[in-house]
């Protein structure tokens, strides 16, 4: 297994490579951006050369310019640019009924908090230690998520190759409830709500990433659930794009379906929502679902060939 950075149109990804005996070939999974590091000298240089070509600065000014622009820490911006206060504002602001866009124009009606330097200093060191934290966390999430695995293979054994002989059913067999997403794009809230809206990107090492959520008001919430409405130990799985991830959703969320995701009720006679999570993410399943795809680890799985994927079900209790 190795990892492969791979560049395509101008933007730099990173991938896991394996080898895969069984169909002789190799198989790319996608892992996520390469950041780029910021050059805070070279922003405030451009930041300064975009300022004097488009807006008629006196001489006496541009030191004072100079000398603002340098007041202004670029990581801080950096923050700021990511945060809600300005995606609210930028949001407001867009226009286009497809693409959403925003002119230079409406940009400058954006607000800027500006803070004292050491402020922005504190607050820079806060936010590094923050994503140093979360980095932190998705390599426990992996590490995790590969235990459990493990813990899974040591009690079922292996469920391709099924050696305690268990019965085996379909996921439509053991599910009461299949449902696809709504095949329309939700209204996002421009604010925090209490119903979010999970998506494949928030499908990360079995768990819901709840940094990248986006939300729903009330109206579009009943909207997305009038074919079902998601609870508390139900399974969502992602169905398109890089495939084969799945989360429990928890308790007390009300939550609903993105696109590109799907949700499996088990059948609580047959399976629990753990055990169904654990079959779902495991080779066994992802096996099937790379032979719907012609062997495409970036594809789109249909939802008829999903439900009649095949997997082990031990008994309830086992001795």
Known sequence: MSQVVKTIKGRKYTYEVKWDPQQKKQIWTYQGKVEKKIDHEKLKRELYSAIMRHA?????DRNNIMKAIQEVLAKYVYYYLKSNYFQNQKNRLCSGATQKAINISKLKK???????IDYQRKMIMTLERIEKIKQWREESDKLMNDYLKSIFWEIFGDPINNPKRWNIITLKEMCNEIVDCPHSTPRFSQVTTKYPCIRTSELKNGYIDW?????????EYGERVKR??????DIVYGREGTFGEAVIIPKDVKMSLGQRVMLFRPNKKLSTSEFLWSLIRSDAIYRQALRSTSGSTVGHV??????????INPPGFIP
């Open 56 to 60: 008629r600065v006196q001489k006496k």
């Open 110 to 116: 954006i607000t800027f908090p500006l803070p004292p």
């Open 211 to 219: 940094s990248s959520m986006k939300y729903l008001d009330e109206k």
């Open 228 to 233: 079902l409405i998601p609870y508390e130990g």
């Open 302 to 311: 249909n939802i008829k060939d999903i439900i009649r994927f095949k997997g």
